[in-house]
């Protein structure tokens, strides 16, 4: 990762520094009200936001108390940075109208938060003038104040044109962030392996949960908790080689035991599914990685066929 120091000095007042900017979120989503607040705290001032919705106004309130409610159009006449926290789907279409109507200025900063994209997806706004930069928090929010802490623990994916890539750097940094290039044409993946990391721990701790509460654990939560900490920080620390359990130990009757079960028993389909499938890529990284012997992989694999 690269590391950029602080550019202001501690201890001085955040709306006095120089290149304080008027800055306007559209939209007040959990992403938009949290960095909105951020850059705030920076002593940017929020110049507007674009709420539709009764939560994106409560938050609003909320996060930016103050701060006037705007459409569109008026938030892009007054900003000098504009932070585009829409969803990935519509992005481009918010882009092109906004560049079609003519609101985008020359010299104004336009960021989006989306990690699936680079800049490519502002180069309306780009031709009309504006700087481009992408900016994508890796962390999930709730949209509350508490996120405003989690941010000094969080990396930001910054893919801008090199002679203004110091800015979203800048911008991070101000945020209480860790700025981290990533190139342009790597967003897609990028954006796939936070994905894979978030979502799919997401999807494995509802299934493992389901699977204790159906044989009688009431509080899945505090058998799952310590020993999914434990596997996440030492797969973090240590990579692969922490990996621990039945495959890695090459004990092929375990997991054909584990396939049988989910086979009979009345649980959704797709936890057997997803169980063979990662089973499998385990199996395989493991064999890799030295772990287990191409004689145990391929019985393990023919186990995970059955």
């Given amino acids: 990762m690269n590391v950029v120091a602080d550019p202001y000095p501690s201890g001085s007042d955040p709306s006095q520094r120089d290149g304080r900017l008027g800055v306007g979120i559209i939209s007040a989503g959990k992403v938009g009200v949290v960095l909105g607040a951020a850059l705030r705290g920076a002593g940017h001032q929020v110049v507007g936001v674009h709420a539709v919705s009764e939560d994106s106004r409560s938050r609003a309130e909320s996060l930016l108390d103050g701060v006037p409610v705007l459409q569109i159009p008026e938030i892009l006449r007054r900003s000098e940075l504009v932070l585009l926290a829409v969803p990935d789907d519509v992005l481009g279409e918010v882009v092109a109208g906004a560049a079609e109507a003519g609101h985008f200025q020359p010299g104004q ?149 584990h396939v049988q079960l989910l086979s009979e028993s009345q649980l959704p389909a797709d936890v057997r599914t997803a169980y063979v499938h990662m089973a499998r890529a385990t199996a395989q990284r493991a064999l890799d990685r030295g772990l287990i012997t191409e004689a145990q992989a391929a019985e393990i694999l023919d186990a995970l066929a059955e």
């Fill in 109 to 257: 900063l336009v960021i989006h938060t989306s990690g699936r994209y680079g800049t490519e997806v502002l180069a309306a706004a780009q031709r009309a003038g504006a700087i481009t930069l992408a900016i994508h928090p890796a962390m999930t929010f709730t949209g509350l104040s508490m996120d405003l802490q989690r941010l000094s623990a969080c990396a930001f994916a910054v893919t801008a044109p090199a002679p203004v890539l110091p800015i979203a750097q800048a911008l991070v940094v101000e945020m209480g962030g860790e700025p981290v290039t990533v190139a342009e044409r790597d967003r897609g993946i990028y954006h796939a392996a936070l994905a894979h990391a978030s979502n799919h721990l997401n999807t494995i701790t509802g299934q493992s949960s389901e699977m204790l509460r159906r044989i009688g654990v009431e509080a899945p939560d505090r058998v799952l908790g310590p020993l999914m900490q434990a596997s996440l920080d030492n797969a973090l620390s240590s990579g692969e080689g922490a990996l621990t359990g039945p495959i890695a130990r090459g004990d092929v009757g375990t997991v054909a035991h």
